[in-house]
């Protein structure tokens, strides 16, 4: 059973950067998975913002390309969310999830069933 727990957020000025990171515990299974960042704003449904496979191949949502990059350290279960430049609209909160399983929609919530509790991002103007 993997285990996701997320750390990092915070409150930071718009411009500013921030990193989240994501710790797994269990073993991961399946040779091919997916994990990813999802965010989801009050009022809003929640919406993929990045994501990566067990390869390493990298997709991001078009209001986040350029200003925020994932990655993941295989030796410390940890998937990584390094975001610059933040803008207000990316105030919510942040979650990732895994699923052990190849996706072809690898930033649709619903294809992941494991999910961390959830880092808050506020980025005032």
């Known amino acids: 059973q993997v285990q996701l727990v997320e750390s990092g957020g915070g409150s930071v000025q718009a411009g500013g950067s921030l990193r989240l990171s994501c710790t797994a515990s269990?073993?991961?299974?399946?040779?091919?998975?997916?994990m990813g960042w999802f965010r989801q704003a009050p009022g809003k449904e929640r919406e993929g913002v990045a994501a990566i496979d067990s390869d390493g191949s990298t997709t991001y949502a078009d209001s986040v390309k350029g200003r925020f990059t994932t990655s993941k350290d295989n030796a410390k279960n940890t998937l990584y969310l390094q975001m610059n430049s933040l803008k207000p609209e990316d105030t919510a909160m942040y979650y990732c999830?895994?699923?052990?399983?190849?996706?072809?929609?690898?930033?649709?919530?619903?294809?992941?069933?494991?999910w961390g509790q959830g880092t808050q991002v506020t980025v005032s103007s």
């Open positions: 999830a895994a699923v052990l399983a190849r996706t072809a929609a690898p930033l649709r919530a619903h294809e992941y069933n494991r």
């Open positions: 269990g073993y991961i299974y399946s040779s091919s998975y997916w």
